[in-house]
């Protein structure tokens, strides 16, 4: 693992990255390119880990 760069504030992971998390978005140039984001930019943008879902 290589040091990741967080899409969102910059932050540069460790050699470990541990919980950074990688998404597949639309590149401008019509592709696919992977952006990385930190463990708590991850949970800000995208709920992840998702919260547990109660039963009613
Ligand atoms: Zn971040």
Same mark, same amino acid.
């Given at each position: 693992?290589?040091?990741l !760069?967080?899409?969102e504030c910059n932050?540069?992971?460790d050699k470990r990255a541990?919980?950074?998390r990688g998404y597949t978005v639309e590149a401008d140039e019509g592709g696919e390119e992977v952006v990385f984001f930190c463990p708590l930019c991850?949970?800000?943008e995208f709920q992840w880990p998702p919260p547990p879902? !109660?039963?009613v």
């Open positions: 693992m290589h040091e !760069t967080c899409a932050q540069v992971s541990l919980d950074w991850a949970e800000r879902t !109660t039963s």
